[in-house]
């Protein structure tokens, strides 16, 4: 039974074979029995478009394969033409476009996808397309060497560069290529010749090549997936795919491409949609179009509607009136994400705050959470701009994450009531976060003294005093409670003078408390307008010093009933209407707090 069974699978086989070299003769009438060990592998590349014949039917099975078919080739079975990656084509095309202008190939974009999936270095081009070898023969050490290069394998073959092969010509192996005929040989992509020789130099035909490059795509086992980027937390990534939410690590071999150029996995933003290249179950390539993440709104939910099929949300933006509202159109594909899981529109609440990004005035992808929750660390950041302000803490792991600050958050202070404009980086902070939104802050600063030189000053929404200590300059936050003393006497910003002596109690990064020493300020002040503040009546002059020719930057307090006097052809009558760049006598002198007060500027320049 056992010798019938057998019998059966080798006349099953042989018709297969026939059959397989029945089509491909078909098509291309060059392909002959002694080719039959190839047939299989050239339909298939043939079928999927990655291997073609010539114009006039033929496919040319023993013809030489020449290095630039070999980069096209390696680059068709990287994906290059599939629809799914012509925008990530076409972006590596355009990253490498300056480095293949000196190449005359009509082939650049599959040359550029292969250095954008870090298979060859730009110093490689011109040994593999250069004008003197595109059209050259590739022999067999050669395309061992890509090979490797494509299954992303460089790393591990040189990492034992002293090889003895098996080979009974391996001394006709250059020594340069011999790991890379290791690792190619051990996947089973390339095997000995006749009498167990690996003949180096023997140059690759058409057949030989679909064969190694079939077995190279199968070995490679890639696979790849779409995903939503939820966060970023250090080496990590949280992400949304298929329905199901996962944390994913990213080792320090992935390579990472965004709009086609090499990046760090921390360039990868929230709302970003990559596209994850799995090699044998690993991560080896993250790709990602900036173009992709478009305009992103965010708000609470006000209203929901569902009118025959078309979908669509009102949101009151953060800390809007109620007039503020604004509605916008699901897509018919949008991805909404609660919790981190991905769900339907149904699961969406009143009152929840959204994340949400649009593409062409559409909704494509709406993020929210509902759980309470609190997360605490150490403020990182805080950015006020947009109607909602975003506060970054540090937590524990060392991870970096951003929440959406509510209107009427509770914010605590070294146990005080406080603003969200005074808390610093560097705090210690717990926040409590509902329906996605930070609704109360408990923060302790972590307190220091330190002695330094004022060397700027700046008075604005924003006001911050940088401090020189030992060559190095800091910028630390004025906060709304800030106490300000001139020796014993308390003062204002006003009172402090660029290269005073000062001394600072910080509560984190923001300024508690500054004191000066009194200067003797001169009676006048002469000096080039750097810049001026109407609104605070505040004016910085370039004063040169006579006997030493140092220049200095001074600060001075406008009086409102300072009087203008413009000796030049302009005549400006008004402290508004000085410009930078004017050079003035300002006449004045010390008020109650030792500021030197300005009540008149003669313009001379």
Same mark, same amino acid.
């Given at each position: 039974?056992?010798?019938?069974?057998?019998?059966?699978?080798?006349?099953?086989? %042989?018709?297969?074979?026939?059959?397989?070299?029945?089509?491909?003769?078909?098509?291309?009438?060059?392909?002959?029995?002694?080719?039959?060990?190839a047939a299989e592998h050239i339909e298939d590349m043939v079928k999927r478009g990655l291997l073609k014949g010539y114009t006039d039917g033929t496919f040319k099975p023993d013809n030489p394969i020449s290095k630039l078919e070999a980069v096209i080739l390696a680059a068709r079975i990287l994906g290059v033409t599939y629809q799914e990656n012509d925008e990530f084509a076409e972006a590596a095309l355009a990253a490498y476009e300056d480095e293949l202008a000196a190449f005359d190939i009509q082939y650049k974009k599959e040359a550029a996808y292969l250095l954008y999936r870090g298979c060859i270095r730009i110093s490689e081009l011109p040994s593999y397309i250069g004008d003197t070898v595109k059209n050259t023969a590739m022999n067999r050490h050669e395309v061992a060497k890509l090979l490797t290069k494509v299954m992303g394998g460089e790393t591990e073959a040189q990492s034992n560069?002293?090889?003895?092969?098996?080979?009974?010509?391996?001394?006709? @192996?250059?020594?340069?290529?011999?790991?890379?005929?290791?690792?190619?040989?051990?996947?089973?992509?390339?095997?000995?010749?006749?009498?167990?020789?690996?003949?180096?130099?023997?140059?690759?035909?058409?057949?030989m090549m679909a064969t190694m490059m079939y077995r190279t795509e199968e070995a490679m086992s890639i696979s790849t997936i779409d995903a939503?980027?939820?966060?970023?937390?250090?080496?990590?990534?949280?992400?949304?795919?298929?329905?199901?939410?996962?944390?994913?690590?990213? =080792?320090?071999?992935?390579?990472?491409?965004?709009? =086609?150029?090499?990046?760090?996995?921390?360039?990868?933003?929230?709302?970003?949609?990559?596209?994850?290249?799995?090699? *044998?179950?690993?991560?080896?390539?993250?790709?990602?179009?900036?173009?992709?993440?478009?305009?992103?709104?965010?708000?609470?939910?006000?209203?929901?509607?569902?009118?025959?099929?078309?979908?669509?949300? +009102?949101?009151?933006?953060?800390?809007?009136?109620?007039?503020?509202?604004?509605?916008?159109?699901?897509?018919?594909?949008?991805?909404?994400?609660?919790?981190?899981?991905?769900?339907?529109?149904?699961?969406?609440?009143?009152?929840?705050?959204?994340?949400? &990004?649009?593409? &062409?005035n559409k909704v494509v992808r709406i993020t929210a959470e509902t759980k309470d929750y609190t997360k605490s660390g150490t403020i990182k950041d805080m950015d006020f701009e947009g109607s909602?302000?975003?506060?970054?803490?540090?937590?524990?792991?060392?991870?970096?994450?951003? %929440?959406?600050?509510?209107?009427?958050?509770?914010? +605590?202070?070294?146990?005080?009531?406080?603003?969200?404009?005074?808390?610093?980086i560097g705090d210690n902070a717990t926040l409590s976060i509902s329906s996605?939104?930070?609704?109360? @802050?408990?923060?302790?600063?972590?307190?220091?003294?330190?002695?330094?030189?004022? *060397?700027?000053?700046?008075?604005?929404?924003?006001?911050?005093?940088?401090?020189?200590?030992? =060559?190095?300059?800091?910028?630390?936050?004025?906060? =709304?409670?800030?106490?300000?003393?001139?020796?014993?006497?308390?003062?204002?910003?006003?009172?402090?003078?660029?290269?005073?002596?000062?001394?600072?109690?910080?509560?984190?990064?923001?300024?508690?408390?500054?004191?000066?020493?009194?200067?003797? @300020?001169?009676?006048?002040i002469i000096g080039t307008v750097t810049s001026i503040n109407p609104l605070y009546n505040v004016l910085v002059l370039d004063v040169k010093n006579p006997d030493t020719g140092k220049i200095t930057n001074e600060t001075v307090v406008v009086r409102n009933n300072v009087k203008i006097v413009d000796n030049t052809a302009s005549k400006v009558t008004t402290f508004k209407g000085i410009e930078p760049g004017r050079t003035i006598i300002a006449l004045g002198g010390i008020d109650n707090y030792g500021t030197y007060s300005v009540n008149t500027i003669i313009i001379t320049e």
């Open positions: 039974m056992k010798f019938k069974r057998c019998t059966a699978l080798i006349v099953a086989f %042989f018709v297969f074979s026939i059959m397989t070299l029945s089509s491909v003769a078909a098509t291309f009438p060059d392909i002959l029995e002694r080719h039959s060990w560069p002293i090889v003895i092969l098996d080979y009974a010509d391996d001394g006709e @192996i250059p020594a340069a290529s011999k790991p890379y005929v290791r690792f190619i040989t051990d996947k089973g992509i390339m095997k000995g010749m006749e009498d167990n020789k690996f003949m180096p130099m023997y140059n690759v035909t058409r057949a939503a980027v939820l966060s970023v937390n250090g080496d990590s990534i949280s992400v949304a795919a298929n329905g199901v939410s996962s944390n994913i690590q990213i =080792g320090d071999n992935v390579i990472i491409r965004i709009d =086609g150029l090499s990046a760090p996995l921390s360039a990868i933003e929230k709302g970003y949609n990559l596209h994850i290249h799995y090699q *044998e179950k690993e991560i080896r390539f993250i790709e990602a179009l900036s173009s992709r993440t478009l305009e992103e709104v965010s708000g609470v939910i006000k209203t929901l509607s569902n009118n025959a099929g078309i979908k669509a949300v +009102t949101i009151t933006p953060n800390g809007a009136q109620s007039d503020g509202t604004q509605s916008y159109t699901l897509s018919d594909n949008c991805v909404i994400i609660i919790d981190n899981i991905e769900t339907t529109f149904s699961a969406l609440k009143y009152d929840t705050f959204v994340q949400m &990004n649009l593409q &062409n909602t302000p975003i506060i970054g803490i540090t937590t524990k792991d060392g991870s970096i994450e951003k %929440f959406p600050v509510s209107v009427d958050v509770a914010i +605590t202070r070294n146990s005080i009531p406080d603003e969200l404009r005074n808390l610093a996605g939104l930070v609704k109360k @802050i408990t923060a302790t600063s972590v307190n220091k003294d330190i002695e330094g030189t004022i *060397e700027e000053i700046i008075i604005s929404a924003e006001p911050s005093i940088t401090i020189k200590r030992g =060559g190095a300059l800091t910028k630390y936050k004025v906060a =709304g409670d800030t106490a300000f003393y001139v020796e014993d006497a308390e003062g204002t910003i006003y009172d402090m003078r660029l290269g005073a002596t000062a001394s600072l109690t910080l509560k984190s990064e923001n300024i508690g408390k500054i004191t000066i020493s009194k200067t003797t @300020i001169p009676s006048q």
